[in-house]
Antibody, heavy 122, light 107 residues
Framework: EVQLVQSGAEVKKPGESLKISCKGS????????IGWVRQMPGKGLEWMGI????????RYSPSFQGQVTISADKSISTAYLQWSSLKASDTAMYYC???????????????WGQGTLVTVSS | SYVLTQPPSVSVAPGQTARITCGGN??????VHWYQQKPGQAPVLVVY???DRPSGIPERFSGSNSGNTATLTISRVEVGDEADYYC??????????FGGGTKLTVL
């Protein structure tokens, strides 16, 4: 069974750094791109970026380029999303999701993590 | 950049058919995927590549895509179908992209 398990909720202060994780299991982790999606409170889904865990090739949405860093460690089947300096506007639910197909970096997201709620408040 | 437009809300009575649209310039040339998100839950893929269903998704969920509009059709709507629905495409200029979402209310 394919599973993506994300790290737990975080409460941080503005200016702090943060790295959240997404651990995959039940499939060949290196073979499928993993994306990150933001959902601000009461709002819709926003695409942040995607990584190929096999070679760490990463593509960012222009809206998030330079704002976050996506990485992966294939040895422990885990992808990451990190911030160097959080802002209050980063408060949101963050989901990781795996592409349905291994044939490229585009397509549908067939498997989702449970989400990590990040709250940034002074 | 590419833009996907969804109606904010759609209402339907139980047992009737709900149609949720996703508009985009020549969207018929792209593969469209649809997600269902219930309150407090992660999104679930319900239709991919315009009209294919993942295993476990009821046949009541179907999709079509032509011209400037893709449509998610839910037949024989049930109270449990009440949720937010999002369309998604990949575009060379915008990369992966979601529509703004449609709240389906079952009256």
């Amino acid at each position: 069974e394919v599973q993506l398990v994300q790290s737990g909720a975080e409460v941080k202060k503005p200016g702090e750094s943060l790295k959240i994780s997404c651990k995959g299991s039940g499939y060949s982790f290196s073979s499928y791109w993993i994306g990150w999606v933001r959902q601000m409170p009461g709002k819709g889904l926003e695409w942040m970026g995607i990584i190929n865990p096999g070679d760490s090739d990463t593509r960012y949405s222009p809206s998030f380029q330079g704002q976050v860093t996506i990485s992966a460690d294939k040895s422990i089947s885990t992808a990451y999303l990190q911030w160097s300096s959080l802002k209050a506007s980063d408060t949101a639910m963050y989901y990781c999701a795996r592409l349905r197909s291994s044939s490229g970096y585009y397509g549908s997201l067939a498997y989702w993590g449970q989400g990590t709620l990040v709250t940034v408040s002074s | 950049s590419y833009v996907l437009t969804q109606p904010p809300s759609v209402s339907v009575a139980p047992g009737q058919t709900a149609r949720i649209t996703c508009g985009g310039n020549n969207i018929g040339s792209k593969s469209v995927h649809w997600y269902q998100q219930k309150p407090g839950q992660a999104p679930v893929l319900v239709v991919y590549d315009d009209s294919d269903r993942p295993s476990g998704i009821p046949e009541r969920f179907s999709g079509s895509n032509s011209g400037n509009t893709a449509t998610l059709t839910i037949s024989r709507v049930e109270v449990g179908d009440e949720a937010d629905y999002y369309c998604q495409v990949w575009d060379s200029s915008s990369d992966h992209l979601f529509g703004g979402g449609t709240k389906l209310t079952v009256l």
